[in-house]
């Protein structure tokens, strides 16, 4: 059974940093498009990065400059670094992999204080 499991996830104040990690048990993430996906409380998922299988980025307006997406294919991770983290940033970040077929984990809580 495929697996997408986040973790980095933790409470940090306004300003701090935080690297989401998102490792898989099933399948070689180098193949997929991944992306780092959120979903605050009474709120709809949304499109946080992507990065395709040739290294190609993609970012939401809201992260842009402060995020970055990046994968070590040998460790076949991805990760997600947060760097000025804001109240709106709050959050439970999920990981996707897509290709073929979809693949999301289970999410990973990030709070941002203020």
């Known amino acids: 059974q495929v697996q997408l499991v986040e973790s980095g996830g933790g409470l940090v104040q306004a300003g701090g940093s935080l690297r989401l990690s998102c490792e898989s048990d099933?399948?070689?993430?180098?193949?997929?498009?991944m992306g780092w996906y959120r979903q605050a409380p009474g709120e709809q998922r949304e499109l946080v990065a992507t990065i395709s299988s040739g290294g190609d980025t993609n970012y939401a307006g809201s992260v842009k400059g402060r995020f970055t997406i990046s994968r070590d294919n040998g460790k076949n991770t991805v990760y997600l670094q947060m760097n000025s983290l804001k109240p709106e940033d709050t959050a439970v970040y999920f990981c996707?992999?897509?290709?073929?077929?979809?693949?999301w984990g289970q999410g990973t809580q990030v709070t941002v204080s203020s």
């Open positions: 996707n992999a897509a290709y073929r077929r979809e693949y």
């Open positions: 099933g399948i070689v993430l180098s193949f997929y498009t």
